[in-house]
């Protein structure tokens, strides 16, 4: 068999969350793995949700508890306990859930075509609509057909076509080989951001082969979701902005790039900074006091706001 090392962040306010995706786990065709759970100071205590389950699966799962991190630093973590004898690292949020197969048509692929990295589809309810099966990238880009059952592809600029639209990604259907989860890592300081972005395209830069799979990998669950919890009226909306370029920007400045790929990148920087602004005219309008302090950082680092302060000023001007 092929030992697949399951890594499961914990932050979760609810009882039961974990012990769903746990189970998903425990139901998987594939029978050889081990489970790290990384109990990133979860308001709802972890051995809530190991209860149930065997003598013999409680033998399996590692819980590892730590100061709060955020989910890059608690992946970090996991990646760092992975047993000498794993061959694959899984991942899974603790909120969604893996089908059955998912471990077996991962292990299958990147063993039959010789690659480390894999993702297969995910699917979600309504607020889930800004992602998109792997079946679709066919519609946008070259797509080489390796095999009919499971129906897996490979993506030849499969690193540019993410920077157009890497809404087909997740980490809960992503499964990497040794030569990436002993030395790739995640930014876990951009914890609001788009530090599984960067995760994903290094990734990709520096797989032998990465595969994709059409068939549904995971469905998403509905638990605490830092990213897509804040709106523009949080406080923190605007540390998330900025988290974003950042980012970004080390995205762009650590390989590189092709003119399109450049030009995608800047013009998820330009989103990034214009939603900042939108946030920061709104405390105004509602008179309160925006957040000069993270600005200014930001201008320091980033010339280009200004210049977006002015054409969004001009704007409204015009207005």
Known sequence: MTKCTAIIPYYQRQPGILHRALKSVFAQTHPDFDVIVVDDASPSPVELDLEGFSLEERARITVIKQPNAGPGGARNMGLEHIPADSTYAAFLDSDDEWTPDHLKNAVAGLSLFDADCYWASIKGGDAFYYHFGVSALADVTTVNRLSEEPPIVEVPDLAGVMLKNWSFMHLSCMVIGENLFRKV???????????????????????????????????????????????????????????????????????????????????YKQTARRQALWGQMRLVRKRKVPQLGLLAEWAWRDPKILRSAVELAVSKISR
């Open 185 to 267: 890592r995640f930014e876990a300081e951009l914890r609001l951001a788009a530090e599984d972005v960067l995760f994903f395209y290094e990734c990709v830069r520096n797989a032998q082969r990465s595969i994709l799979s059409e068939t549904v990998g995971a469905t998403r669950g509905e638990g605490i979701n830092i990213f897509h919890g804040l709106d523009n009226d949080s406080p923190q909306f605007l540390k998330q902005q900025f988290n974003t370029w950042v980012a970004l920007d080390r995205l762009e400045n650590g390989f590189p790039h092709k003119p399109e790929d450049k030009a995608s990148i800047e013009s």
